[in-house]
């Protein structure tokens, strides 16, 4: 049945509303089939399946059980394996549904299953976290734990996966941005060294996170991190100065302006004024 209502909804956009009654006299009757197969149905919560769990997650009728089945799914994840009434026995694999979940009360159990699996061996569970940390970076319950994932996004910019080093660069500068507050000189240390090489990523996306979280590295790392970060800064001058000239307007004009404030940093003035001619 649940199968019906999202083929259904797949293919009447405008008529969800219809559905609603008989999904939560479902949900009601059967919470973990109902749950298991519409995780199954659709694993990247298309359209429908977003409005069939936000329709389950605003009834209070249904809402703490299917809360409770899917975090006991989340700390199996991403293998769990439940036979629902149709016999499918396939395992779960999937975090698109958090973006419907109430994460105020479960935020600490989800992000201790992320960033437990964002050091998995496999390639794609790796982005399959790094993707529901995109879908949560808004949440403000979440949002300071993620600095704690820092020691592992770090590692993360050194794989040779582009989605990896896209999404996890991505995530980085959107903590940076609002970063008012010191940063810890080894943090500040070690992210400036893997950074480096992604100024000549193939990406430009990746060119220009890397530009600004390497700025932001140098305006808000801690006094005593300065000196041990002026070896980066120094090594940052060359690619920088050759990306002045980049066929991309975007990563050449990011890259005079990462280029002058490491001049800044280091305190050489005579290198700010020779970039005029630019």
């Not at 629902?84 to 935020?107: I, P, Q, Y």
Request: aromatic share 8%.
């Amino acid at each position: 049945m649940v199968r019906y209502i999202h083929q259904w909804l797949m293919a009447n956009e405008s008529a969800e509303c219809k559905m609603d009654k008989t999904l939560l006299d479902l949900t009601d009757a059967q919470p973990d089939d109902v749950v298991m197969t519409l995780l199954r149905v659709a694993p990247s919560c298309d359209r429908a399946a977003m409005s069939m769990w936000m329709m389950i997650m605003s009834t209070p009728k249904t809402v703490e059980e299917v809360q409770q089945i899917l975090l006991d799914v989340l700390g199996n994840w991403p293998e769990y394996s439940t036979c629902t009434s149709d016999g499918d026995k396939r395992g779960v694999f999937d975090l698109a549904v958090l973006e419907c979940m109430d994460l105020s009360g479960c935020s600490d159990s989800i992000m201790n299953v992320l960033s437990r699996h964002l050091r998995s061996q496999r390639t794609e569970t790796r982005r399959q976290v790094l993707r529901a940390l995109l879908l949560l970076r808004d949440d403000p319950s979440l949002t300071q734990r993620m600095w704690t994932l820092t020691k592992s996004f770090v590692e993360l910019l050194q794989e040779s996966d582009s989605d990896v080093i896209r999404m996890t660069i991505f995530l980085l500068s959107y903590l940076f941005l609002d970063k008012d507050t010191p940063i810890p000189s080894p943090i500040a240390l070690t992210l400036a060294e893997v950074l480096l090489p992604l100024f000549d990523n193939d990406d430009s996306q990746v060119q220009l996170l890397s530009m600004f979280v390497f700025r932001t590295l140098m305006s808000f790392v801690v006094e005593e991190g300065r000196k041990p970060l002026k070896r980066p800064v120094c090594q940052s001058l060359v690619p920088l100065f050759f990306h002045c000239q980049d066929e991309n307007l975007l990563v050449a004009e990011a890259s005079r302006t990462t280029l002058l404030r490491a001049a800044q940093f280091l305190k050489k003035r005579s290198r700010v004024f020779s970039l005029r001619f630019m």
